[in-house]
């Protein structure tokens, strides 16, 4: 005689079932006419977070994964919602942050006439820049699909993966699927960390260069304890999107280019490389030559495994973060120096600016002296960039986000998620005029959540990062890069958002405390001297 019917459930239900048990109660999305059967008797313990755009709404997404160290779920509409999206869905690639993005589809009975919204070949979409993708033959295996997306996303490296599922099967039966334990971790090859850390015991002039991964894998404290034990200089990597060692440290030398010759050059005179959490290394330019100074050697720690496998020189380990480098400082106790250790090469630090012009360099470095404490930056400002790393020291975990593709309009809605998931902490979204513009809409999301973000929009009325990397290719002027009348208040007031402006120094503070203390969103457009 069999025993009981297991009760019938829904793909929706199931559905739910698994978010709710993978914590993903917040859903970020702009839905169309094909996700609609999704929210019937949508979970009162469910949050939908509304974006205008469905870039923003990744971007957004982006922000909240991040900031709280797991995955945050996003929802798309169809073939044009994916397209719009796509930017940011690369940024998310390249920020590893783990994100499952569903997508609407038609409905299975119409699809052989390629019906009104149809998305041909879904799960092609958005490839390369997810990790994993599918389109589940039957409904009942959208809920497994959901589980796997969820477990490729947080394995390292962390990144989005994508499940198109057709409108009519959120009310056809579904099968339930409960969570496993996954591994989230790389254990790292116990004979080479052991070498690692020999080498860097035996090194004369050791330096570090540190990545993204570290942050991404609280290896904060192991960082600065390692650099301290060898006394090494520690660099940032090129073009990192995250804070992984305190700027103000003395052992803190500053941020590589991404330029091979002038990496060679700051790193000259290091017998030893140990590049932690990052590519060796990002490059933006053409520059031949070698990669690391005649002599040195490299020794490269990444959860990545295509970073290891085209760096050009040294070892690469594969290992997450937080207990590869507890293994280099566990086996490092076991070494003597057999050798005189030479002091670290720390540039000097920058010259404080003086009130006069109002510069990106002077506000700047008020931001550093006003904002409040553990307060976090985003920060989208190309041009002002190598100003922020002179005047504006981030030295706490956890406190620095920025956007690791090089597109624009990722910062001000990655600033809303970033504070979605961190009440407790001000948001300082700090950005250009030109990054600004791509997701505008992002203001609004903020308004009607209530975060307190201060904007910061530093306008010089251009695209003056292209202008000033049009030099390198010898362009003395390029046409279309001026951005006349723009007006940031009235873009951020029709929006819900509270805003002044400041053209002089004097102006400055008062308006930066204030919008450092409000309660609400509020928006500063500082109109600097070019």
Same mark, same amino acid.
């Given at each position: 005689?069999? !025993?009981?019917?297991?009760?019938?459930?829904?793909?929706?239900?199931?559905?739910?079932?698994?978010?709710?048990?993978?914590?993903?109660?917040?859903?970020?999305?702009?839905?169309?006419?094909?996700?609609?059967?999704?929210?019937?008797?949508?979970?009162?313990?469910?949050?939908? @977070?509304?974006?205008?755009?469905?870039?923003?709404?990744?971007?957004?997404?982006?922000?909240?994964?991040?900031?709280?160290?797991?995955?945050?779920?996003?929802?798309?509409?169809?073939?044009?919602?994916?397209?719009?999206?796509?930017?940011?869905?690369?940024?998310?690639?390249?920020?590893?942050?783990?994100?499952?993005?569903?997508?609407?589809?038609?409905?299975?009975?119409?699809?052989?006439?390629?019906?009104?919204?149809?998305?041909?070949?879904?799960?092609?979409?958005?490839?390369?820049?997810?990790?994993?993708?599918?389109?589940?033959?039957?409904?009942?295996?959208?809920?497994?699909?959901?589980?796997?997306?969820?477990?490729?996303?947080?394995?390292?490296?962390?990144?989005?993966?994508?499940?198109?599922?057709?409108? *009519?099967?959120?009310?056809?039966?579904?099968?339930?699927?409960?969570?496993?334990?996954?591994?989230? =971790?790389?254990?790292?090859?116990?004979?080479?960390?052991?070498?690692?850390?020999?080498?860097?015991? %035996?090194? %004369?002039?050791?330096?570090? @260069?540190?990545?993204?991964? $570290?942050?991404?894998? *609280?290896?904060?404290?192991?960082?600065?304890?390692?650099?301290?034990?060898?006394?090494?200089?520690?660099?940032?990597?090129?073009?990192?999107?995250?804070?992984?060692?305190?700027?103000?440290?003395?052992?803190?030398? +500053?941020? #590589?280019?991404?330029?091979?010759?002038?990496?060679?050059?700051? &790193?000259?005179?290091?017998?030893?490389? &140990?590049?932690?959490?990052?590519?060796?290394?990002?490059?933006?330019?053409?520059?031949?030559?070698?990669?690391?100074?005649?002599?040195?050697?490299?020794?490269?720690?990444?959860? *990545?495994?295509?970073?290891?496998?085209?760096?050009?020189?040294?070892?690469?380990?594969?290992?997450?973060?937080?207990?590869?480098?507890?293994?280099?400082?566990?086996?490092?106790?076991?070494?003597?120096?057999? #050798?005189?250790? @030479?002091?670290?090469?720390?540039?000097?630090?920058?010259?404080?600016?003086?009130?006069?012009? #109002? /510069?990106?360099?002077?506000?700047?470095?008020?931001?550093?002296?006003?904002?409040?404490?553990?307060?976090?930056?985003?920060?989208?400002?190309?041009?002002? =960039? !190598?100003?922020?790393?002179?005047?504006?020291?981030?030295?706490?975990?956890?406190?620095?986000? /920025?956007?690791?593709?090089?597109?624009?309009?990722?910062?001000?809605?990655?600033?809303?998620? $970033?504070?979605?998931?961190?009440?407790?902490?001000?948001?300082?979204?700090?950005? +250009?005029? !030109?990054?600004?513009?791509?997701?505008?809409?992002?203001?609004?999301?903020?308004?009607?959540?209530?975060?307190?973000?201060?904007?910061?929009?530093?306008?010089?009325?251009?695209?003056?990062?292209?202008?000033?990397?049009?030099?390198?290719?010898?362009?003395?002027? #390029?046409? !279309?890069?001026?951005?006349?009348? &723009?007006?940031?208040?009235?873009?951020?007031?029709?929006?819900?958002?509270?805003?002044?402006?400041?053209?002089?120094?004097?102006?400055?503070?008062?308006? &930066?405390?204030?919008?450092?203390?409000? *309660?609400?969103?509020?928006?500063?457009?500082?109109?600097?001297?070019?």
């Amino acid at each position: 005689m069999s !025993g009981p019917a297991s009760p019938q459930i829904t793909v929706r239900e199931a559905v739910f079932a698994l978010l709710r048990e993978c914590g993903l109660t917040t859903v970020f999305g702009n839905p169309g006419s094909t996700e609609l059967p999704m929210f019937r008797d949508f979970p009162a313990d469910f949050r939908y @977070v509304l974006g205008l755009q469905e870039s923003v709404v990744v971007a957004t997404a982006d922000g909240y994964a991040q900031a709280r160290g797991e995955a945050a779920i996003v929802n798309l509409h169809s073939a044009t919602g994916v397209g719009h999206a796509l930017g940011s869905i690369f940024t998310a690639f390249k920020n590893q942050t783990p994100l499952v993005i569903t997508a609407g589809q038609q409905a299975r009975s119409i699809m052989p006439l390629e019906p009104f919204l149809y998305s041909e070949q879904a799960a092609q979409l958005p490839k390369p820049y997810v990790k994993w993708s599918c389109e589940p033959a039957r409904a009942a295996d959208v809920p497994a699909a959901i589980a796997r997306a969820y477990y490729v996303a947080m394995q390292p490296p962390r990144g989005p993966a994508f499940v198109s599922i057709p409108v *009519d099967d959120w009310d056809r039966p579904g099968i339930a699927v409960a969570m496993r334990e996954v591994s989230r =971790r790389v254990a790292g090859d116990p004979r080479l960390l052991e070498h690692a850390a020999a080498a860097l015991a %035996r090194a %004369r002039r050791p330096v570090i @260069v540190v990545g993204a991964s $570290v942050a991404r894998d *609280d290896a904060w404290d192991e960082a600065v304890a390692l650099a301290e034990r060898h006394d090494a200089a520690v660099w940032v990597a090129p073009m990192s999107s995250r804070n992984s060692f305190p700027q103000s440290h003395r052992l803190f030398a +500053g941020f #590589l280019p991404a330029d091979r010759g002038a990496i060679v050059d700051r &790193l000259d005179g290091a017998d030893l490389i &140990l590049v932690l959490g990052a590519p060796a290394f990002t490059v933006h330019v053409e520059n031949p030559g070698p990669m690391i100074p005649v002599g040195a050697r490299l020794i490269q720690l990444t959860d *990545d495994p295509g970073a290891a496998a085209w760096c050009p020189v040294g070892t690469s380990i594969l290992t997450s973060l937080k207990p590869g480098i507890a293994a280099l400082l566990a086996h490092g106790a076991a070494h003597s120096r057999t #050798l005189e250790r @030479v002091a670290p090469r720390i540039p000097p630090r920058a010259a404080p600016v003086a009130a006069g012009k #109002l /510069t990106d360099r002077y506000l700047l470095q008020r931001i550093a002296a006003l904002r409040p404490a553990r307060s976090i930056i985003v920060e989208e400002a190309p041009t002002s =960039r !190598g100003p922020m790393h002179e005047h504006l020291p981030i030295n706490e975990p956890g406190t620095f986000f /920025t956007c690791a593709s090089g597109g624009l309009g990722h910062g001000l809605p990655a600033a809303v998620g $970033v504070a979605l998931a961190r009440p407790a902490d001000k948001v300082i979204g700090l950005l +250009g005029d !030109g990054s600004a513009m791509y997701s505008i809409q992002g203001l609004w999301s903020a308004a009607e959540l209530k975060l307190a973000v201060a904007f910061i929009i530093v306008n010089n009325a251009s695209y003056r990062a292209l202008e000033d990397f049009g030099r390198h290719f010898g362009i003395a002027a #390029l046409p !279309g890069m001026r951005l006349p009348h &723009l007006d940031f208040c009235a873009l951020a007031q029709g929006q819900g958002v509270a805003a002044i402006r400041v053209d002089c120094c004097e102006d400055l503070d008062a308006a &930066l405390t204030r919008i450092f203390a409000a *309660d609400v969103p509020m928006l500063l457009e500082v109109r600097i001297a070019v």
